[in-house]
């Protein structure tokens, strides 16, 4: 009897853990709204680490996060099943974080120029910085561009082809920012490779 | 910026490759391949452990955000907030407001149509009345002398200043549509023109105060003509075309009068019976008579023909009064006189206003550094039957002033079987030069400022030379009064000297490269035998 039950389970094997966010958002679709519950505890961490890396700023996160899921909620009713969950939250969350860096882009024409504390704290003598900070700070320097898909591989370990979809351009593009990127870090980081090494 | 996120090209795309391979993107191909060079290469494998460290920074970086405790429960609650239907309508308000404007106007337009019109209209007629303010004659701003007049006859033109910078230029084209230029003093005919008429026509004192009569007495009609005011408008009333003409053709009739044998020389037979005294006072009391008051305004924003109404009568009267008024002190209507300039700046401001098809709607216009020239619509001009004066003036000025450079060049008599003749006509940039075939001439032969109708009628006479004053006429005409034609006449001259050097030059290259070919040939076949 348990033999056999081994054998159903073979010809029917259990769905990857991807399925679970499939299965979750299609009995919402049928009306169990609970499970929307379930699927923003599942993400919303990395979520709110892409806002918070994208951005450079813990402030705005939970507001950013929440706008993120509710587009989601709104939205959810159209998904087609047809690449990943995630792949579309990540776009999502993207597409809000680029909003907001432009907003943020337009105000900043209205304010007056000053030296932010973060700027001066990033040009301070190495010694009083740790080491985690003064990576934060050289990956809040790079260029959205390149930011946001060395983020999506090294903090969220999305595939090249997911971040391909989530930032809408070719795997070969992806590829080319995330080693710019890392050039691009190594270079800010030239001068901290003491106490980094 | 760019360099420091780009690495050379080369090396850039072997470490893509690694930073590609650390995240776990290459295929099994690459990875075998690329570990195969990581094993030789020492400085890919330090490249290598630099960007394994860079990924272990970045990973590590991460530090958890404190979640605020309530991110769900907030979640939760938007979710349930239903805006109400109308907030989206917010969003379109932009929409709306287009929508209400446009409705308004349609409204607008159904009930009352002609109001666009009439404000178009209003806004038309307050820059052209900006433009007609002030309008004075041009004898006012010019202060034209006989010698003004009479080169306005024959060479078309009116100084616009009294320091005589700029000038009117007036003409008609091949097609018979008329034009006008405003040029920069540079393109002016030369100045003593009357005078050298007097003298060529041999007229006496009393001739030639009658001639001083008739250009005084067109002196009086021209005034209205022509207006200008201190914002550099200049109103041409079209009737100027045939003024000119009435003027040429009553200054001929004249001449007919008093030396027909002398006019013979230079009027061509054809358009003798044109200046029989009886058709030219019928012309002129036709087109004195004519009443156009069309003026043509060439504004420094655009170009627009308006009716215009100048009284003449009423500006000699105010004239009369002002000039009472300072009769005690005459020096203060000179000032006036003198401060009074039109000066049509030309360059980028008319440059830019040419792109604009607005400017210029119902004109033609060309714009150059130094000039602008208007083609007038011929409808406009009112047509009145005169033969063309191009030719005739062409004649009087051969007959005064054509040849002031007149030379014969004999560099090598005997050996070199040409020569030349070099000809300017008023500034060197309407020059002429011709080079004739052998004649076998005296060496000492050589003329200065002689006048081309003597040099046929003496010199040449049973030479085998011959010029035909007609066709000489007629090929003068490219240089008198069209500035482009005269431009393609000198780029034309000048691609022909450069065509006929290259010739001269491969010529020269085949002659020397033929005697080398000569003198190698028999060296050649020397160190070379043929073996058998």
Known sequence: MKLKKTKKELQQPQILNLDDDFSLIKRFIEGDEYTFNTLVQRHKEKVRNIIYLTLGNHDMVDDIAQEVFLTVYKNLGSFRFESQFTTWLYRITVNKCKDQLRKMKIRSIFTPIKESEEELGYTSSPENSDVREIVQKAIAKLPEKLRVPLLLKDIEGLSYQEIAESVQCEIGTVKSRIFRAREGLRNMLKPYQEELM | ?532
């Open chain 2, 1 to 532: 910026m760019g360099n420091l996120y780009k690495p050379a090209y080369r090396t850039g795309r072997k470490y893509e490759m690694l930073s590609a391979y650390i995240d776990n993107e290459l295929s099994d191909a690459e990875v075998k391949k690329l570990e195969e060079e990581l094993k030789f290469s020492k400085e890919l494998r330090e490249k290598l452990a630099e960007l394994k460290k860079i990924k272990e920074l970045t990973t590590s970086s991460v530090k958890n955000i404190e979640e605020n405790p309530f991110f769900e429960t907030r979640l939760a609650a938007a979710m349930r907030i239903k805006k109400p239907w109308y907030s989206k309508l917010g969003k379109l308000s932009p929409v709306y407001g287009i929508i209400a404007v446009s409705l308004i106007l349609m409204v607008v337009l159904k009930y009352n149509p002609q109001v666009i019109n009439n404000l178009l209209d209003k806004q038309k007629s307050n820059i052209t009345a900006f433009y007609k303010q002030n309008l004075k004659p041009l004898l006012y701003a010019a202060d034209l002398t006989n010698e003004d007049i009479f080169n306005f006859a024959f060479y078309h033109q009116l100084p616009l200043d009294n320091r005589k910078q700029q000038f009117l230029q007036f003409g008609s084209d091949s097609n018979g549509n008329q034009f006008f230029e405003i040029k920069n003093a540079g393109a002016a005919s030369s100045r003593d023109n009357l005078k050298k008429f007097i003298h060529d026509f041999n007229l006496n004192k009393d001739q030639e105060r009658h001639v001083d009569s008739i250009l005084s007495s067109y002196a009086d009609d021209l005034q209205s003509q022509v207006l200008v005011n201190e914002k550099s408008t200049v109103a041409i009333n079209p009737n100027i075309w045939n003024y000119n003409k009435a003027l040429a053709a009553d200054l001929i009739s004249y001449l007919t009068r008093i030396n027909k044998n002398e006019l013979q020389r230079a009027l061509p037979r054809q358009y003798e019976e044109y200046y029989n005294r009886r058709n030219v006072a019928q012309m002129v009391s036709e087109i004195k008579s004519s009443k156009n008051n069309n003026y043509i305004f060439f504004t420094p924003d655009s170009i627009f023909s308006e009716p215009y109404k100048f009284d003449k009568d009423q500006y000699k009267q105010e004239m009369k009064q002002w000039a009472d008024e300072l009769k005690d002190n005459m020096k203060d209507l000179n000032n006036q006189f003198k401060n009074f300039s039109v000066r049509i700046h030309f360059g980028d401001k008319y440059n830019k206003l040419k792109s604009d098809s607005s400017w210029a709607k119902d004109f033609k216009v060309f714009v150059d550094s130094n000039y602008c020239k208007v083609h007038i619509p011929s409808v406009i001009i009112p047509p009145i039957q005169l033969p063309n004066m191009e030719n005739f003036s062409i004649r009087i000025d051969s007959l005064n002033n054509l040849f002031k450079e007149f030379s014969f060049n004999f560099p090598n008599p005997g050996k070199n079987k040409s020569f030349n003749y070099k000809y300017f006509y008023n500034d060197s940039s309407k020059g002429l030069k011709f080079n004739f075939k052998a004649f076998g001439f005296d060496s000492s032969f050589a003329f200065k400022n002689h006048k081309l109708d003597s040099l046929l009628a003496k010199k040449f006479k049973g030479r085998g030379f011959k010029l035909n004053p007609d066709s000489l006429a007629a090929f003068y005409k490219a240089f008198t009064g069209d500035t482009t034609e005269i431009l393609q006449q000198k780029q034309l001259q000048e691609q022909m000297k450069q065509f006929q050097q290259e010739m001269e030059n491969f010529r020269k290259e085949m002659e020397k490269w033929q005697k080398q070919f000569q003198k190698d040939l028999p060296k050649q076949a020397k160190k070379n035998p043929i073996e058998i």
